[in-house]
């Protein structure tokens, strides 16, 4: 199993970051992915999925409208466009492989996890 999430750092408020989760193809292939972060103190929550296909894309509604999930299939890569980017989005975020190609938000259905990449914001 290969899982790795990339592209964390430090920004002010109102900033950008992109994160990238990069799995081998035998991870991935067929299989949803999501993003969950899990701030300092508070349990892990969901923040977005997208399905095998990328016809289903959810959003945990304090993302919705700031963060957008896609995934390159050459690359074997799923990526968090992540815009406005406010204090409260600070947290590690971990990249995960559904056991479906559908996907969902319960991360007791998700098999494989990566590492997790620390974003700050703050001013």
């Known amino acids: 199993v290969q899982l790795q999430a990339s592209g964390g750092g430090m920004v002010q408020p109102g900033g950008s970051l992109k994160l990238s989760c990069t799995c081998s193809?035998?991870?991935?292939?067929?299989?949803?992915v999501a993003w969950f972060r899990q701030a300092p103190g508070k349990e892990r929550e969901f923040v977005s999925h997208?399905?095998?296909?990328?016809?289903?894309?959810d959003y945990a509604d304090s993302v919705k409208g700031r963060f957008t999930i896609s995934r390159d299939y050459a690359q074997n890569t799923v990526y968090l466009q992540m815009n406005s980017l406010k204090p409260e989005d600070t947290a590690i975020y971990y990249c995960?492989?559904?056991?479906?190609?559908?996907?969902?938000?319960?991360?007791?259905?998700?098999?494989?996890w990566g590492q997790g990449t620390q974003v700050t914001v703050s001013s």
């Open positions: 995960a492989v559904h056991r479906s190609s559908v996907g969902g938000r319960f991360d007791k259905d998700y098999a494989y």
């Open positions: 193809r035998r991870t991935c292939s067929n299989n949803a």
């Open positions: 997208i399905s095998w296909r990328g016809a289903t894309r």
